[in-house]
């Protein structure tokens, strides 16, 4: 059986606004907002990152790059079937993934489980998340933006 691993990270600042801010593609409400040219939300794209990586299929940047209209404003979860839709294309099965975000706002505890079946469902095979600070230190620790990371094991 083959086997491969990919990384995935993505950055977003914030904008600056508050609203509702997309995350590990759930809505979070009254949170301040993060900029991009899809809607920001760090956990599926460093997770879309992991996958397209481990599939040999480039990286987010390559697959949904800035320069392409198709993608402005798109959710993390249109990203992340996009992705998913790649990978099993190129005759790749996901069996499993985690996600971990970074920085200091907002707080995850309350619906990490939420957000592990949300992605899970989407993905089809386990996915696990968690989050960290920086203990305020970097831009991250400021509360300038958030960062996350992402691993996903790929089965043939």
Do not use: Y
């Amino acid at each position: 059986m083959d086997i491969r691993i990919g990384q995935g990270v993505d950055v977003h600042a914030f904008s600056g606004e508050i609203g509702t801010l997309k995350l590990a593609c759930l809505e979070w409400s009254d949170s301040p907002l993060l900029a991009g040219h899809s809607d920001g939300d760090v956990v599926a794209h460093a997770l879309c990152d992991a996958l397209l990586s481990a599939a040999g299929l480039g990286d987010l940047g390559s697959v949904f790059g800035v320069d392409d209209p198709r993608w402005a404003g798109a959710s993390g979860k249109t990203l992340l079937h996009e992705a998913l839709r790649l990978v099993r294309g190129a005759r790749w099965n996901v069996a499993n993934a985690t996600v971990q975000l970074i920085g200091q706002k907002p707080r995850i505890a309350v619906r990490r489980l939420e957000a592990e079946t949300t992605l899970s469902e989407i993905v089809g095979a386990p996915v696990s998340f968690s989050a960290t600070t920086t203990d305020h230190l970097g831009f991250l620790g400021r509360g300038e933006g958030l960062a996350g990371l992402s691993t996903a094991l790929l089965t043939r």
